[in-house]
Nanobody, 124 residues
Framework: QVQLVESGGGLVQAGGSLRLSCAASGLTFGTHTMGWFRQALGKEREFVAVISWNGYTTYYADSVKGRGTISRDNTKNTVYLQMNSLKPEDTAVYYC?????????????????WGQGTQVTVSS
């Protein structure tokens, strides 16, 4: 079965950086678009970034543009999210998702597979 496993979350001070990873198995990773989303306590899951199957095309939420970088290594079946200049409002559980086509649709319901998430907490 498909598994997406996120890692790399933790507690960091404002202004710091984190690199999140999402390791995939059970799917043809190199043909899937991968996205990062986040969900803060009491809020809906929101789009963060997406990357096409070949890594050539990316798209970011305005809230992370200039601070976040999504990348992937298809030889390792892994997608990454580098987050810099972290702010307390970045505090959330971060999830990766997979779907078979690329576009800029930020609706999480368009993703077929999800990981369990990794907690990111940014202290002020």
């Amino acid at each position: 079965q498909v598994q997406l496993v996120e890692s790399g979350g933790g507690l960091v001070q404002a202004g710091g950086s984190l690199r999140l990873s999402c390791a995939a198995s059970g799917l043809t990773f190199g043909t899937h678009t991968m996205g990062w989303f986040r969900q803060a306590l009491g809020k809906e899951r929101e789009f963060v970034a997406v990357i096409s199957w070949n890594g050539y095309t990316t798209y970011y939420a305005d809230s992370v543009k200039g601070r976040g970088t999504i990348s992937r290594d298809n030889t390792k079946n892994t997608v990454y999210l580098q987050m810099n200049s972290l702010k307390p409002e970045d505090t959330a559980v971060y999830y990766c998702g997979a779907r078979q086509y690329y576009d800029r649709n930020t609706d999480p319901s368009t993703y077929n597979y999800w990981g369990q998430g990794t907690q990111v907490t940014v202290s002020s």
